[in-house]
């Protein structure tokens, strides 16, 4: 009996550790589906898979490479570890071999990503007799190198931000490149959602129109974790049809999902026990039995937390190594690659982890993983929980709830995990202020025709508005870039304006930009006295320069984080598409003013209040869309006044947790406004909307798919063991007024009848 099966019986007969477990499934092993190498393949690279112990293929790698030579632009969708890399590499190779002036761009969303990538290809490429070249063209990459990548890099491995502002407005040095680019490969294609993913639709229709001026028309070979919606996400992006492959071939090993809720320790508060201290008990139980683990937690605090815990656990001499290690973002790429290594051998038996090793970096496989609370989306969970398991033999992935209500929800309802993916990943190319700046910087890489579409979008209208604003010139039906300035360089891919601030680190020897935040969401996320968290690490802001757009911040290590007090002021401004009923529906645009007057200090797990403190900013405005939902006069009975407002508040606090499972949301990416009688509808009305300038399809989404996403909202409420309400639902009981869960709850019921 191997070591995971021995702790796997021990604790089925342990009643204490069973109380906890909401859910314990055991997912069968499969055979994996083999097929015979295309006889299309070369035969040297058939050879050279040979030599790698790769004889036949898994069925779904046959069927992408079919996909592919029978020229569709093809989407993968498989699991952690089913061999997803070589449904691309292969046609991409064979193609490089057949044609050596053939060229490819692959497209992975992190740098540790691309550098995989490359080692990969020339590890299979190594023994070809036809030199390869295959480049990774970053930030980091040598200036020197950069002209040899530019003209005879085969594949040229980048990022979606380089290919932005590097390679695209300079398209001019990289003739070889698009005059044969043959496949453009997108891996890691879920990612590309929200505000990064229209982005990058508007990148991808720059970079087909470039391709289209050189005379190439390059295939697409794109790869997904599961989600609810790959096909329409791949052409929402690309912006064509799509074939879409979904059925996995390669073989599984048994595999033990444990959902594990901690303890109730204050069921009026909703306060469980730390979910940091029961994985530490649970993983240094599995450590000191020699299953090799890792362990994920949301922050890089959590990260060294965890770590010490861990280590003090095993009790070691002084000097005698705990065989854990820590990995996340900013440890050294050396200290990096050693603990893969390690991981890889064995000799590491425990990490403590971020997300960072969720994606595919290759650490082998490992018997066992726990992850700290909820990663954020089904995805993300399935992805981590797919870095245990071998070939043979169980595994086991194990996920621990904190107190938030959408940890909560994923605990109570194993549904959602095992069966179809509820996550559609949402995008919108033609909002009009992402696809207005994109407009200029493909006006600045080629002149637009008259009547040209810009992806399959009409954009006349907007080129003579650039036209007007003196930013483009008309002269024959061609409109030209006519200011002195280079558009791609102040246009961020991660937000939704060019009106960012900057956030500076000032606690590193040389102070450096870190990332940036639009203005709107500046006086929120990054006020004086706020906790900023960025890749895993806290900071807190020093200084904001509201009108230089900068905030400085220096590292820290503290157990809270920053909640800010926000009043909005809401007012409809069109009305796209409405629903009247028991109850009215609407979505349209919005104009939101927010203003921020005072933070609070919150302990993580707990949500205790530590502290507060006033903010002093001017007011902002944004114009957005939004889902609202009104009470018509009668739907609510005699329901007191007071009573709908602490359902609506209830209901507001709520909703943007429920809706992330379907949105593939941050909770922070969509906020809700409660109008006891809103000045529009004259009606008890709650309101949703994107918390970006000019929205991402959120609200549009709700307005279609609202009954599913509250019936998830009225199960989080009813299962919640709280009386009144608390941070693991609609929110404490004091915020919420009088009898907040029952009447948030009796909303539920009129809207849902
Ligand atoms: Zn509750």
Redesign the pocket.
Known sequence: MSNLTEVLQHWQEDPAFLSNVTCWKVVPGADGKYLDFPESLNPRLKTALQKRGIGKLYSHQAAAIEAVEQDNHTVVVTPTASGKTLCYNLPVVSSVIKNPASRALYLFPTKALSQDQVAELRELTSDLDTPLNCHTYDGDTEAGLRQGIRRSGHIVVTNPDMLHSAILPHHTKWVQLFQNLQYIVVDEMHQYRGVFGSHVANVIRRLKRICAFYGSYPRFIMCSATIANPGELAEMLIQEPVKVITENGAPQAEKHFILYNPPLVNPEL?LRRSSLLEAQQIASGLIKKGIQTIIFTRSRLGVEVLLTYLRQGLKLKTGEDSGIRGYRGGYLPRERRAIEQGLREGSIKGVVSTNALELGIDIGALDACVMTGYPGSIASTWQQAGRSGRRSGSSLAMLVANSE?LN?YIVSNPDYFFGRSPERALADPDNLIILTNHLRCAAFELPFEEGELFGQTEVSELLGFLAEQDVLYENDGRYHWMEDSYPAEEISLRSATRENVVIIDISRPSPQVIGEVDRFSAPMLVHEEAIYMHAGTQYQVEKLDFAEKKAYVRRVDVNYYTDANLSVDLKILDAFEEENGPVNLAWGEVRINALVSMFKKIRFNTHENLGAGPVDLPETEMHTSAFWLSFPPGSLGAMPLSEIQAGLIGLASVIPQAAALYLMSDPRDLRAVSQVKAPFTELPTLYLYDNFPGGVGYSREIFRNYREILKSVRKV?TE???????????GPAFRNGENG?QSALRLLGVILK
Do not use: F, L, M, W
């Not at 919640?720 to 609609?730: D, H, N």
């Open positions: 909703g209500p909560q409420i919640c063991r709280c009386s009144q309400g608390c941070p693991s639902c609609i869960k």
